[in-house]
């Protein structure tokens, strides 16, 4: 928004997700390039940064409830890289915009809040439209005749072979995470700190290991070992 650019003080907001990192092609290295170059060319004062490894459907996000806490201590600008790393819903963009902290895009710092309103209003339409296309096509995948769903005439070997992609899937995942995770690590590491140490700083910022649990030294350094995997 235009109205945010005389500001000088900007709090960085970073999001990686494990189910959209691929398809949008903009990860945590990037998105800091993109926030840095924007403020180095209008020399502003980036205060803070706040990362969040979050999925983009869930709106309780208590690292960017961090980021507007900051904003608001010090009177400064929230800055994204790009307008899609907030949400896809009309209404949590509404809930910003009337957080009473302002915030502006890298990427389109134009932007009003008409303009917010009207291209989340957009991202959700599409996101609702490929729901909707993907039911009809079940619908009539189902009229002609296909079996849809699992093959209940032989449960046992219908549950090993479940079993088996649940385990390809929720490995996919863990090294997604992994890929997500590294280039943080890698720059504490490059900072001269332990793997307990770092430990520490991803509990402090409210990031959490592999299903909710607490990060332990051995945990960051089993999770640098996937990540270096193929």
Not at 11 to 40: K, M
Not at 162 to 176: C, W
Request: glycine letters at 8%; proline letters at 2%; charged letters at 30%.
């Amino acid at each position: 928004m235009a109205e945010c650019l005389d500001r000088k003080g900007f709090i960085g907001y970073y999001r990686v997700s494990t189910d959209r990192q691929g398809r949008s092609g903009l990860g945590l290295d990037a998105q800091r390039e993109a926030v840095h170059n924007f403020l180095a060319e209008r020399s502003h004062t980036l205060i803070a940064e706040k990362i969040e490894v979050e999925s983009g459907r869930n709106a309780d996000r208590p690292e960017l409830a961090k980021a507007f806490a900051l904003c608001r201590l010090h009177r400064a600008t929230l800055i994204i890289a790009k307008l899609d790393r907030l949400a896809r819903s009309v209404a949590f963009v509404s809930n910003i915009l009337e957080s009473g902290v302002d915030f502006i895009a890298a990427d389109f710092p134009e932007a009003n809040r008409l303009t917010i309103h009207i291209l989340s209003a957009v991202a959700e339409h599409e996101a609702r439209m490929i729901s909707e296309r993907t039911k009809a096509a079940l619908k009539a995948a189902k009229a002609r005749g296909v079996v849809l769903g699992g093959d209940r005439g032989n449960l046992p070997t219908v549950a090993a072979r479940g079993a088996r992609a649940s385990a390809a899937v929720r490995s996919q995942k863990a090294a997604e995470r992994a890929r997500d995770l590294a280039p943080l690590i890698c720059s504490l590491r490059d900072e001269g700190r332990s793997f307990e140490v770092i430990a520490g700083e991803l509990r402090d910022r409210g990031i959490s290991a592999a299903r909710g649990g607490l990060w332990t030294g051995q945990k960051v350094s089993r999770l640098m070992r996937r990540a270096s995997q193929p």
